[in-house]
């Protein structure tokens, strides 16, 4: 990577000529003996990664905010909205408890939920079709990690109310009341109260597109993060770091907040579920087996 911002892209070099070797942590067939042995000293070795640091699979990052629109067509947008809730998830156990608060938060409100776990599948095409019917987009990641935002959230660019777990995690990333965080309530019935309350009220709902008034959809594809790096290599003067613990310096202990015991508490719900079905199995045989002997003693 040796180029100037107007014909910025990544391109194949010698090592030794490159004024930066980018390593995607995503790259699952990475090996040791792929990478280079040293280092020229006016190079720079770049750590490259778009997911949360327990996971290491690419995740596509579209671009930010919504299209600039004037006020009118915001509230017709909204007006236009029939649905509550919806939820795309593929990933059916995370480690940031989701599970559990969907299932808890769908004993009050109804989510329509797609994707492998519940078997309805939805293309892109789907989505774009969908998504201006709902009120509120469930934007729970799998991982609850400091500046990892994914395409979950950024889909308030097409005037929909993400839903998140923790607002501490947008906080310096997104507008100001422009989603609704789970932990900024006292229970799940006092979030899914709020939902209703704003499903009816519509001058509140509207409350959170007002940052539509001062912000506008930045195009952000992916090749602009090369040429930010690119900018940078060639600025007059750049600091130079090193790190002897990489995973000590990309995963602190701080940096995410996942449930560390959702997994046992998913077993343990499914085997409650199953024990209640064999119970409830056993007591119905036990009945029926009832009124068979008294038939058969009292024809």
């Not at 990309?250 to 998913?266: D, G, K, L, S, T």
Request: aromatic residues 14%; charged residues 25%.
């Amino acid at each position: 990577m040796n180029h100037r911002l107007h014909i910025c892209r990544p391109p194949t070099l010698p090592f030794d000529s490159a004024a930066a070797i980018l390593f995607h942590s995503a790259a699952w067939d990475l090996s040791l003996n792929d990478l280079p042995t040293s280092r020229q000293p006016e190079q720079y070795f770049v750590y490259y990664n778009q997911e949360p640091p327990p996971k290491s699979s690419w995740r596509d990052l579209e671009g930010f905010l919504y299209e600039e629109h004037g006020w009118d067509d915001v509230v017709a947008a909204v007006r236009r909205k029939t649905k509550l809730g919806l939820q795309f998830v593929g990933n059916c156990y995370s480690e940031s408890g989701r599970e559990s608060i969907i299932r808890a938060l769908q004993r009050y409100i109804s989510i329509d939920q797609f994707g492998y776990c519940v078997g309805r599948q939805c293309d892109y095409s789907c989505e774009q079709r969908i998504l201006p019917n709902y009120r509120f987009f469930i934007a729970f990641e799998n991982n609850i990690c400091r500046d990892y935002v994914t395409e979950k959230f950024w889909s308030l660019k097409r005037l929909i109310v993400p839903i998140v777990l923790r607002a501490s995690i947008l906080d310096g990333i997104a507008p100001d009341d422009s989603f609704i965080a789970v932990d900024q309530f006292q229970s799940v019935a006092a979030l899914a109260a709020h939902l209703e309350m704003l499903s009816r009220n519509e001058t509140e709902y509207l409350r959170y597109f007002e940052w539509t008034r001062h912000y506008q959809k930045i195009e952000a594809p992916r090749s602009e993060a090369f040429c930010r790096l690119c900018d940078r290599l060639h600025a007059p003067t750049i600091k130079h770091k090193s790190y002897a613990d990489l995973v000590a310096w990309y995963y602190p202990v701080e940096i995410c907040q996942a449930e560390r015991f959702n997994y046992v508490r998913e077993v343990l719900y499914m085997w409650g579920r199953f024990i209640a079905l064999c119970t409830l199995s056993f007591a119905s045989a036990l009945l029926l087996c009832a009124i068979v002997i008294r038939k058969c003693l009292y024809p």
